[in-house]
């Protein structure tokens, strides 16, 4: 099954009921309201349970048995990571103080490229939890963060984000397509020194590149959206991915390529290095935080 047949319905509801609990009753009555809905969709959604053990158990065997077992309580507490990074986006959402990264592995990158006065693209994950780069953006004046998504929600979620916390630096901007439209407002945007930030673990709605590389001991699928954006643009690729640790929250931030290489023919070929690149670093952060990478479908199951 895609990601992407998974239903939005009540998504915007659900949001506005989670940020009004938050700001009139805190984080605790907002666990009283999320786990028993988590608990539910954990029994009630076969797919999402499946895909959740199937990660664990890849994942155990792959790290050689130092991650968690594929067990029904692992994928309870797969979910409840999940569960505790959603509080802390709508925290974050809400405009409420969050705690900044306690390390910073690579941040020189980010700053140097906004030093150089033109911005990049940026390759993330849906691990552990992004919202909380801001910090990193807020730390240097004027970076501005620009994040592709799928939702068709994405202007009406804008306005909930600015509604709920005015100063909010991100700009989600909806893309079921690469329009030249599109493509024009990300080049005027990336010259002027902002950052246009990409999911590069889900693979395309329809009809998009993807490319097979590595990931846990298995081919899957890995979009070449990000890299094939990147060259389009003539900028530079970054990675940013960001885990909750025993000592708290770690940035990390790498280079994949300075110029994404674009030829005439074969552009999957020329990105498949940069993409496998992505993977292996995505690898490693699910070692390190094995209950904070929420891709609960499918995610060996080959495409057509």
């Keep these: 099954m895609h990601w992407a047949r998974i239903g939005e319905a009540g998504f915007l509801g659900g949001m506005h009921l989670l940020l009004w609990i938050d700001r009139r009753l805190g984080r605790w009555p907002l666990r009283l309201v999320l786990y028993p809905l988590l608990a539910w969709y954990v029994l009630v959604r076969a797919t999402a349970r499946r895909a959740s053990r199937d990660y664990l158990a890849r994942l155990h065997a792959h790290s050689g048995g130092t991650t968690p077992r594929p067990t029904l309580r692992n994928v309870f507490r797969h979910f409840a990571s999940f569960g505790e990074t959603l509080l802390d986006k709508v925290a974050a959402w809400s405009g409420r103080a969050v705690p900044a990264p306690r390390v910073l592995d690579g941040a020189g990158h980010f700053v140097a490229q906004q030093a150089s006065g033109r911005g990049a693209v940026i390759v993330t994950a849906h691990l552990g939890n992004v919202e909380l780069s801001r910090a990193l953006a807020r730390q240097q004046r ?32 909806q893309v079921s397509e690469l329009t030249p439209a599109t493509a024009m407002l990300l080049a005027e945007r990336v010259e002027r020194g902002e950052f246009v930030v990409i999911a590069g673990d889900r693979v395309p709605l329809a009809g ?5 590389v590595d990931f846990l001991g298995a081919p899957a699928d890995f979009p070449a959206g990000p890299a094939l954006l990147a060259g389009l643009l003539q900028c530079p690729l970054l990675a940013l991915l960001l885990t909750e640790r025993a000592d708290g929250w770690h940035l990390t931030i790498r280079p994949l390529a300075e110029r994404v290489p674009l030829p005439r023919h074969d552009r999957l070929a020329a990105v498949r290095p940069i993409v496998a690149a992505f993977a292996a670093l995505l690898e490693a952060e699910c070692r390190a935080a094995p209950l904070q990478w929420f891709n609960f479908y499918p995610f060996w199951e080959r495409s057509a």
């Design 142 to 173: 004027g970076a501005r963060l620009n994040v592709l998504v799928h939702t068709r929600h994405a202007p009406r979620f804008n306005r909930l984000l600015r509604d709920a916390n005015p100063d909010c630096e991100l700009d989600l901007i």
């Design 208 to 212: 998009g590149q993807r490319v097979a």
